[in-house]
């Protein structure tokens, strides 16, 4: 009984990652995914007698009931009522109910931590490795291509190469057909950047922040911390280096009184040399994408950023809706004076379409700045991970405010968590972690 439990405890963390920004997503079989994964987690529910607990079914209903009288409003303000039934919406359905069923399960077990920590390490040793392998042995060979949406397979975009559908490592092909890696210079040695089963080096940097806080604060584990910040280092990601960073300063000054005075001077010194190393390769790599050779990236990220305030602003109280097509609409309409108001700063000509790069500022987009709040709130008061849970939610807004992450469903528990602590249905559940 225990295995069969220990299983079914990592099958759905596994799901919920694969699902949450993994190169799935990118197939063009996202609907398939979130049908499948809800289909799952309902089928374990059952079984495992959530459902039939008259509390847990009640609340399910009572977030259902509320999320769609926000469709209500949301579609009598637009003026078009069908806007009540599109398929955005049906699809965040299946998250919430997906996302509220996973904390019934892990609240009435133990091991949510332990395996999430131990899915992680083998998430960032696979990233941390394929990246390496198809450095020394690189190839040409395309394993799978990313899937526009509308536009069948990106010709001469994104691809995914490398061995046996088990290594393999995003790549860009020029119009011409050639391809055209990016490598990162790590004194002298040319890497190109981890980010492993996920699609793309942030949402791998988000999952290897997570790792690093668990080994950090939780199971103090300084090798995984090591295999972690290597992993960052690998990934080359600019908001995943920021957020290492605040992770350990904030571990050092919390813990400035515990440092033993032995050796005291080399363990300065080591810390010293090492902070440098991140604080420069972050300021290197944060002013290449605004100024250097890729300052397209960084372009889009700072016009999307400031078009997304501004559709706050012009949609505070209930925001733009899910509907994909109305949400562009009023993206788009604050593209050209978002581009005309840092033109002087950074390369905004380079940015030819409005979209919400922000996941976490996507919240208050699509439902407004109470909802927005609400679900900040939640996210604060998460009962998943019950230590260091205010660090932990800064960590998430950190990581998810440059990747489109929020509305995956490993990424939107921790708000449902919250949400449920705040209706009153508890996790009373305590960890014990044996260090």
Not at 18 to 24: A, E, K, Q, T, Y
Not at 231 to 260: C, D, E
């Amino acid at each position: 009984m225990f295995n069969k439990i220990k299983f079914t405890n990592y099958f759905i963390l596994t799901l919920l990652i694969l699902s949450s920004g993994s190169v799935l997503n990118i197939l063009g079989i996202n609907h398939f995914i979130q049908i499948l994964v809800f289909t799952l987690i309902t089928a374990i529910a059952f079984v495992n007698g959530i459902l039939w607990k008259k509390e847990c079914l009640a609340t399910l209903l009572l977030l259902l009931f509320g999320t769609l009288i926000v469709f209500f409003i949301q579609a009598t303000t637009s003026g078009n009522f069908s806007d009540f039934y599109n398929n955005n919406n049906i699809s965040f359905l299946l998250l919430l109910s997906t996302c509220v069923l996973v904390c019934f399960y892990f609240y009435s077990k133990l091991s949510f931590l332990v395996c999430l920590n131990s899915i992680l390490f083998v998430f960032v040793l696979h990233g941390i490795f394929s990246a390496v392998l198809l450095s020394i042995f690189p190839t040409g060979h395309v394993l799978f291509s990313e899937v526009m949406s509308g536009n069948g397979l990106n010709k001469y975009g994104t691809k995914f190469v490398g061995y046996f559908f088990l290594f393999f490592q995003r790549v860009h092909f020029d119009y011409l057909g050639n391809l055209d890696p990016y490598y990162v210079d790590y004194f002298g040695f040319y890497l190109q950047r981890a980010h492993g089963l996920a699609w793309e080096p942030g949402n791998f940097s988000a999952y290897t922040n997570i790792f690093i806080f668990l080994n950090l604060f939780i199971f103090k584990n300084r090798r995984n911390v090591v295999l972690g910040c290597i992993g960052i280092l690998a990934s080359w990601s600019t908001a995943g280096m920021f957020v290492m960073l605040v992770q350990i300063s904030y571990y050092l000054i919390a813990n400035i009184n515990k440092f033993r005075l032995k050796y005291i001077l080399p363990k300065l010194l080591i810390i010293g040399f090492v902070g440098s190393f991140l604080i420069i390769g972050f300021s290197e790599n944060f002013y290449n994408k605004l100024y250097g050779e890729r300052q397209g990236s960084g372009a889009v990220r700072v016009v999307n950023t400031l078009v997304t305030l501004k559709t706050i602003v012009n949609n505070p109280w209930i925001g733009t809706g899910l509907y994909y097509d109305r949400y562009m609409s009023v993206l788009s309409s604050s593209l050209q004076i978002s581009k005309s108001t840092t033109e002087e700063h950074i390369n905004s000509s380079s940015v030819k379409h409005a979209s919400s790069t922000n996941s976490f500022l996507r919240l208050y987009v699509q439902f407004g700045i109470p909802l927005g709040l609400l679900f900040t709130i939640a996210l604060f008061k998460q009962t998943l991970v019950p230590d260091k849970k205010y660090l932990f939610a800064i960590i998430i807004i950190l990581s998810v405010s440059s990747s489109p992450l929020m509305m995956t469903p490993f990424f939107f528990l921790f708000i449902v968590s919250g949400l449920l602590n705040m209706i009153g249905f508890r996790n009373n559940n305590s960890y014990k972690i044996v260090q």
